[in-house]
């Protein structure tokens, strides 16, 4: 099974600062997920990744195979972003809903 | 709109009771999930449909049961055998990813289950 790890697991910073979220798994994968979720406890899926780098905004995710790393950035950070954010990948044992490990989270807080 | 409800959003539970937790999406979704979240941990997974009238255990479905008889809905029941049900827990639904290539997973708001 996949083990996924994420760094740091907290992080405070000040608004305008460039925030970089760290994840790195141990077994090849066919996909990774960043998601976010709030205070409230709900979820929503910010980026699928299979190789290189995506960008939505304010937020860049990249992916290193090789590495089997890949960091979420958001830059100009906002009190808004403060959110927890989660890694998960999908393995090679099959297309199907199982397949998919989660990190434990990075608690990120954007202090004004 | 579209999306994932879930229901109720607090739920508290006595010993020795069986409770239901709601889930239904309206995204015409093939694949449904229960996860549950506990306090420092990942989201680990309960039970999984890929389609109507069939389910497969994830890593922890000790304790947990669930039907899918409609397309749009995936209760999941606790019930007494669950020793430790105190968590919080997210549903969420995907498109068939074998058939569409398309694997991003939308989550529900989450019920949070307390026991009295």
């Known amino acids: 099974k996949n083990e996924v790890e994420q760094s740091p697991q907290n992080l405070t910073a000040q608004e305008g600062e460039f925030i970089t979220i760290n994840c790195s798994y141990s077994v090849g994968i066919s996909a990774l997920h960043w998601l976010q979720q709030h205070p409230g406890g709900g979820i929503v899926s910010l980026f699928m990744?299979?190789?290189g780098k995506k960008k939505h905004g304010r937020l860049i995710a990249t992916i290193n195979i090789q590495e089997k790393h890949s960091s979420l950035h958001i830059t100009a950070s906002h009190p808004r972003d403060s959110a927890v954010y989660i890694c998960?990948?999908?393995?090679?044992?099959?297309?199907?809903?199982?397949?998919?490990?989660f990190g434990k989270g990075t608690h990120l807080i954007i202090q004004p | 709109d579209g999306g994932i409800t879930q229901s109720p959003k607090y739920l508290f539970r006595k010993e020795g009771q069986n409770v239901t937790l709601s889930c239904e999406q309206n995204l015409n979704h093939d694949a449904m999930y229960w996860y549950r979240q506990d306090p420092g941990q990942g989201l680990r997974l309960i039970y999984y449909s890929q389609i109507v009238n069939d389910f497969q255990k994830g890593d922890i479905a000790e304790g947990y049961s669930v039907s899918r008889e409609k397309k749009e809905s995936f209760p999941l029941t606790v019930t007494s055998a669950q020793k430790n049900p105190t968590a919080f827990y997210l549903c969420?639904?995907?498109?068939?990813?074998?058939?569409?290539?398309?694997?991003?997973?939308?989550f529900g708001p989450g019920t949070r289950l307390l026991v009295l």
């Open positions: 990744l299979s190789s």
């Open positions: 998960a990948v999908r393995g090679y044992s099959g297309g199907g809903a199982d397949g998919l490990t």
């Open positions: 969420a639904s995907s498109a068939d990813f074998l058939r569409t290539g398309q694997e991003t997973q939308y």
